[in-house]
């Protein structure tokens, strides 16, 4: 049996540059008309970088609402009108990792939380890295000025996932994704 779910009317209940939530009235399949809260997000884009010697290039930021610095791939907001998707990817390992990539490929896609956010985030793979020129690199602010970048082996990061170190879903999906790519590689 193949049920639409349809919306029998929506309504916003706040707005940002990153999200709204809004409640929908959804038909269930049995008819009953239901309330379903979720936030609609712009989207996301991370990117797995990784150097000639297969280190993985992680950033450690502060995270307000879990109160903590995670250890997460170079990652931020689709919200620069007409970018594609990797060219967002591509910038955001510039602003967060001060890196330039020759090669991207896509990687994977990820809903992180589906049950209450519409949100997708694309994973890239880069290579080929080098440094951004000092007198080039992205002025930090907020959270992003305490950063932390440290390239770690792949197979390390791997661990770092199991020890409970790595929480970040995209950084787990996109690590774990990208050591299987480099296995299939070899």
């Known amino acids: 049996m193949t049920h639409t779910y349809p919306v029998r009317s929506t309504k916003e209940q706040f707005r940002n540059n990153m999200f709204h939530i809004v409640t929908d009235e959804v038909e269930m399949s049995d008819g009953a008309v239901l309330a379903r809260d979720y936030m609609v997000h712009v989207g996301a884009v991370g990117v797995v970088a990784l150097d ?3 280190r993985v290039v992680l ?3 502060y995270r307000h609402p879990v109160r903590q610095f995670l250890w997460e791939l170079p990652a931020g907001l689709i919200d ?3 970018e594609g998707l990797a060219e967002a990817a591509l910038r955001e390992l510039t602003e967060e990792a001060d890196l330039i990539a020759e090669s991207v490929i896509h990687l994977i896609d990820i809903h992180p939380t589906p049950g209450c956010s519409n949100e997708r985030i694309r994973l890239f793979l880069a290579r080929s890295l080098t440094e951004v ?9 907020g959270e992003e000025i305490d950063i932390e970048v440290r390239r770690v082996p792949l197979a390390q990061a791997v661990q770092m996932i199991f020890r409970g170190e790595i929480t970040n879903g995209a950084a787990v999906a996109g690590i774990l994704a990208a050591a299987n790519l480099v296995r299939l590689e070899e």
């Open 80 to 82: 620069v009108a007409g």
């Open 52 to 54: 000639d010697e297969d």
């Open 133 to 141: 020129p000092v007198e080039e690199q992205h002025e930090r602010h």
């Open 59 to 61: 950033v450690r930021q």
